[in-house]
């Protein structure tokens, strides 16, 4: 066992508040939101139920965490209706519409250019 493994596993929670677990090595009956929505479920108001702790690269802390919830309190995913159906029809259009040449891009347009590639680059564009 090494260091990292003491400092994560805290079944009773009186270290971090909350039983925390190393990674994988979380009780059956908890999931993550994640792993909750590939089986159709939601937390649905259910509280944190404990926390599985990782080593990190990009924290400086280099332990990042992510919540766990009750598999048995989880609730089913509320169903799409239609009007969320054409609002996010809507969103995605207006993420492939180019606002220079008003023109559906086919993609979704990049936030570094702000605009299709076509207009982004129209020298390159007419070389080809």
Do not use: H, N
């Not at 993609?107 to 564009?125: K, R």
């Amino acid at each position: 066992m090494s260091a990292a493994f003491g400092d994560c596993y805290d079944p009773t929670g009186a270290r971090y508040g909350i039983p925390t677990y190393p990674w994988r090595l979380a009780p059956d009956g908890l999931a993550t939101r994640r792993q909750l929505r590939a089986r159709g479920l939601r937390p649905g108001g259910q509280p944190i139920a404990a926390q599985v702790m990782f080593a990190s690269r990009r924290r400086k802390s280099g332990a990042q965490v992510a919540y766990l919830y009750r598999i048995d309190a989880a609730r089913p995913v509320r169903p799409m209706t239609s009007r969320k159906w054409g609002a996010l029809a809507l969103a995605m259009l207006a993420r492939r519409t180019c606002p220079t040449c008003r023109q559906d891009a086919g993609y979704c347009i990049p936030a570094s250019l702000g605009e299709c590639v076509t207009c982004a680059y129209p020298e390159e564009q007419r070389a080809a």
